[in-house]
């Protein structure tokens, strides 16, 4: 027993499993969902989850949708390209999650360190639009492959900007090591030091997965679910999970960039190779919780709209928060 929990303790092991892992963005996705719910119900006047556990407000509603969609029998078409119709959520949901590997938990506890690790947090991220794209193309329906192809030229008009945004940070402190990032806003975050990289990175994250008022892919005409109006069951589960755990990813890394990461650390935790991470979680949580409310206070964006606020207003910004930091990093060099 004693060899098992050293085991899970080990970072290559805890940080992948456990935190910021598949443990608690699978368990976040659950609260998340249902807190959306809430919140829309109670600004909108009318009931969410409520009937499951109800002295807790429905609170375990999203187990019950969970087993329902576990037990559900997935339609699989008969004219679908079967392999890439079934592979594609898993994968789709699985390099959703996969850049958590590359997020550390503390300066002294992280899967593995590298010079680069905000790139390949970013990276990594990019990949999982290419997998809605292969959705459509598998479902054979002409408006599936209308919505992933949607999605795919959508997607280029929010990320390119938002890592622009996010690079604007490494400019700033001259890394590309998040470690590094966190560490050195341990007198002054980075929202401070370029707030037009925060606000920027900020709408577009929320953007890239899809929150309100930009939930445009799945559902722009309230009659199909863009790529994925051909999934059931846990496929669709999987299709609907993904973006949740999209934003518990980028909201980690906004914390880390812009919100200090685990600074500042109280006294007892100092000396801790974990307790930091529950800072960097609740700043993460916050920054989803603020995404979910967002669905019920804003229309939908159209598709024109929306891409005209990624190209001509977030683009221009975010390409602005490059030369602020540039221009900060001059002024203190000069100094």
């Known amino acids: 027993m004693q060899d098992l929990l050293s085991l899970i303790f080990e970072p290559y092991v805890f940080v992948p499993l456990i935190f910021p892992g598949i443990t608690v963005a699978f368990l976040l996705l659950l609260v998340i969902i249902w807190l959306e719910r809430k919140m829309a119900a109670k600004v ?27 037990f559900q029998e997935p339609i699989i078409p008969k004219t679908v390209d079967k392999l890439a119709f079934i592979l594609t959520p898993a994968l789709l949901f699985g390099m959703a ?43 054979n329906n ?24 996010a690079l604007s940070m ?21 929202i401070f030091l370029n ?35 051909e999934y059931s ?35 007892f935790m100092a000396n801790d190779p974990l307790l930091p991470g529950v800072l960097l979680f609740i700043k993460a949580f916050i920054i989803i919780v603020i995404g979910a409310f967002l669905r019920a206070v804003y229309p939908r964006f159209r598709i024109d709209q929306a891409m005209d606020l990624g190209w001509k207003t977030l683009l221009p910004l975010s390409i602005i928060s490059i030369f602020i930091s540039l221009a900060e990093v001059m002024i203190m060099g000069g100094a």
């Open 97 to 139: 999650y996969l850049p958590t590997v590359a997020i550390p938990v503390s300066p002294t506890f992280y899967a593995f360190r590298s010079d680069l690790s905000l790139l390949i947090v970013l990276a990594l991220s990019t990949l999982a639009p290419i997998f809605t794209v292969v959705m459509g193309w598998a479902s």
């Open 44 to 70: 909108q006047l009318r009931y969410g989850p409520l009937y499951v556990l109800k002295p807790l407000g429905g609170a375990i509603q999203m187990v019950a949708d969970l087993l329902r969609y576990l």
């Open 233 to 267: 069951g846990i496929l669709y589960g999987l299709v609907m999970g993904a973006s949740y755990v999209k934003l518990y990813v980028l909201s980690l890394v906004f914390s880390i960039l812009f919100l200090g990461g685990w600074n500042p650390v109280p006294g």
């Open 195 to 229: 707030p037009v990289a925060a606000i920027t990175m900020l709408v577009l994250m929320y953007m890239s997965t899809s929150k309100f008022p930009f939930e445009i892919p799945e559902a722009e005409s309230e009659i199909v679910a863009g790529a994925y109006t």
């Open 170 to 190: 490494a400019v700033l402190y001259g890394s590309l090591d998040l470690v590094d990032i966190a560490e050195a806003q341990k007198g002054l975050w980075g």
């Open 142 to 165: 002409k408006f599936s492959l209308i919505g992933g192809v949607r999605e795919g030229y959508i997607v280029v008009s929010y990320e390119i900007p938002m890592f622009l945004s």
